[in-house]
């Protein structure tokens, strides 16, 4: 479920209605133009996915780690000469 809405102080206003009992636990996951960019010093795709796929808890999102499994090699490739 996506929801979208705006932070006001300590309150976070929702646009929309939700049906979700009172007194219900939510985790809410928020984004931004700031956070949505990947910042890598080192330019390391590799490194940068394996450091996403550990800091998030990808399972409460409904992604099983099994479907990382062998999709990408680990090689740096070939050289490319320009």
């Known amino acids: ?3 979208k809405g705006i932070k006001r102080g300590r309150t976070i206003e929702i646009f ?5 009992p009172d007194g219900q636990e939510v985790v809410i996951y928020m984004t931004s133009e700031k956070s949505n960019k990947i910042v890598n ?7 940068t ?5 550990q800091s998030e808890d990808l399972e ?8 990382f499994a062998n ?5 740096p490739g070939r050289e490319v000469i320009w």
């Not at 010093?41 to 490194?47: H, I, Q, S």
């Not at 996915?49 to 796929?53: A, I, K, W």
């Not at 409460?60 to 479907?67: A, D, H, L, V």
């Open 71 to 75: 999709v990408r090699d680990e090689s």
């Open 49 to 53: 996915l394996l450091n996403f796929r």
């Open 1 to 3: 479920m996506r929801i």
């Open 16 to 20: 929309e209605e939700i049906d979700i």
């Open 60 to 67: 409460t999102m409904g992604i099983e780690p099994e479907i």
């Open 41 to 47: 010093d080192e330019g390391n795709f590799w490194k």
